[in-house]
């Protein structure tokens, strides 16, 4: 399973599961290392989305005073119910708890005190858990924050939380209160993945994601395997790749690194310089060459040469790429890692023109062997890409037509692919099997994804939890979809990918 971290909670990739009738649904969440919530909502208290099951506390002063009591705006009912949530007067450590069932980004908290009494809680601390057992507490510049309440009974006081908190289960602990401990709250945020059938889940994709076809492999959910999805992004392409700036000097002497710098400087490594070229140093047994496009870009080309004035050249290398400046993959062909063969004389340009197209920040170039030294004037060729204002790519609006929609199978011919459309009347269920179900979408042009939002089923409450992805470059087979560098592993059962086909 992979792992993942953010706040202190740790978070695992999910496991495999079927319904009662071996059906899956497709409502989709996705797991890694970024979980964004640019428009929080109310989490469910106040609506009663979250269940009174859902909530317990360390202690209640009595019968009508319970942890289900908690939720915000809460009115008394005459002998069954109080306004709020009231610890017991001898608990010294009182707490509330809420466990949203699935892992959810909250942030911000609103808190009110009992309803027309003269009791609430003016200062509190929170934690959070995502096993339901260890909690950690929630910090700011490594000091537990203490966060300051209300001030009487029924004005509400919202707190946001920077960062935000990932988590499955979260505690308020009131620390000090006025005539009782009492509290009503609400969680602003959103949740990971559905947690119903109509309620829509973006996720945002980081690094994006360039694609011409796309498909979702559903990994858990509940009920069925229902699924409605939309993309976001920008159709994309680079149909006319130009130089991306060493030899046009675009690209600065400060985005162009070395392992070491010997006769020649890193910042010398460019196509057609005739002054010098960039040059390791005689013990530098493994160097490179780095160079940093700041922006997202499609490389397509590599060109080279030797140095100019002297008999120096790379008779060969390899490549690897990285989009956090941590991590580096090498780029391969067919599973194996390409060695590109250099140069022969110090003059002549080299052009490789690369099978898979590289979709990154920053590319390395490692030389492999060389003459008396390795000499190096080097250019990309390819489009610097950005998707400042992604757009709906057309599921829910028809612009992708059915054709263009289709999967491993369908339960029915009113559950077909095609109908797997975001705010559809119905949607796609993968027909009875042995799992690896999926549903592809054909952009027909090279896309920029930067997200997914997606549905459960219509009218039914059936949906998908979770979805990994995997991508595919030309003739290449299904790799998974990186994000820091760690692939998720492709299990035999009911997964998610997505599909690369440049």
Not at 82 to 102: H, Y
Not at 407 to 415: I, V
Request: glycine residues 6%; contains cysteine; charged residues 25%.
């Amino acid at each position: 399973m992979g792992e993942g971290k953010i706040n202190g909670v740790v978070f695992l990739d999910l496991c495999k599961a079927f319904d009662s009738v071996n059906h899956e649904i497709l409502l989709v969440k996705l797991k890694g290392p970024k979980y964004d919530c640019i428009d929080p909502i109310p989490l469910g208290l106040e609506s009663n989305l979250i269940a009174n099951s859902q909530l317990k506390s360390s202690s209640e002063k009595d019968e009508t005073t319970r942890a289900r009591n908690a939720r915000l705006r809460l009115r008394p009912v005459d002998g069954e119910r109080v306004g709020a949530w009231i610890a017991s007067a001898d608990d010294g450590n009182p707490w509330l708890e809420v466990d949203f069932k699935s892992n959810a980004t909250v942030r911000g908290i609103t808190t009110q005190g009992r309803y027309d009494e003269a009791e609430w809680v003016t200062s509190y601390e929170v934690s959070y858990s995502i096993d339901g057992v260890t909690f950690d507490s929630y910090e700011e510049n490594g000091q537990v924050k203490v966060f300051s309440a209300n001030f009487d009974s029924n004005s509400t006081v919202k707190q946001y939380l920077d960062p935000p908190i990932l988590a499955r289960h979260i505690r308020l602990h009131p620390k000090q209160w006025s005539g009782s401990c009492a509290l009503r709250a609400e969680f602003h945020g959103c949740y990971e993945a559905n947690f119903d059938s109509n309620s829509t889940v973006k996720q945002y994709l980081d690094p994006p994601i360039l694609a011409r076809h796309i498909r979702l492999h559903p990994k858990q959910w509940s009920g069925s395997c229902a699924l409605r999805a939309e993309f976001h992004g920008c159709y994309e392409d680079c149909k006319d790749p130009k130089y991306l700036g060493l030899a046009t000097y675009r690209i600065s002497d400060i985005q162009i690194n070395s392992s070491s710098d010997g006769s020649g400087t890193a910042s010398q490594a460019r196509l057609n310089l005739t002054t010098s070229s960039w040059a390791p140093t005689s013990d530098d047994l493994y160097p490179w060459l780095e160079v940093d496009f700041i922006i997202r870009t499609k490389v397509r080309e590599i060109l080279s040469q030797g140095r100019y004035h002297e008999d120096n050249w790379v008779t060969s290398y390899s490549v690897s790429y990285s989009s956090d400046e941590k991590t580096f993959q090498d780029y391969t062909e067919y599973d194996i890692v390409k060695v590109f063969s250099g140069n022969y004389d110090r003059s002549s340009i080299v052009r490789h023109v690369l099978t898979r197209i590289i979709f990154t920040n920053r590319v390395r170039i490692y030389p492999k062997t060389w003459t008396t030294n390795a000499g190096l004037r080097l250019e990309f060729a390819g489009c610097n890409f950005g998707c400042i204002y992604p757009n709906a790519l057309g599921m829910e609006a028809g612009h992708i037509e059915d054709s263009q929609i289709t999967g491993s199978s369908s339960w029915k011919y009113d559950h077909a692919p095609f109908y797997g459309r975001l705010k559809s009347h119905r949607s796609w269920i993968p027909g009875l099997s042995e799992g690896d179900d999926f549903v592809t979408v054909n952009f027909l042009h090279t896309t920029l994804l930067t997200g997914i939002a997606i549905q459960g089923g219509f009218l039914v409450d059936s949906f998908v939890t979770d979805f990994t992805i995997s991508l595919k470059s030309g003739d290449n087979e299904f790799t998974p979809y990186q994000e820091n560098g760690a692939k998720k592993v492709k299990r035999n059962y009911c997964i998610v990918h997505i599909t690369l086909c440049l």
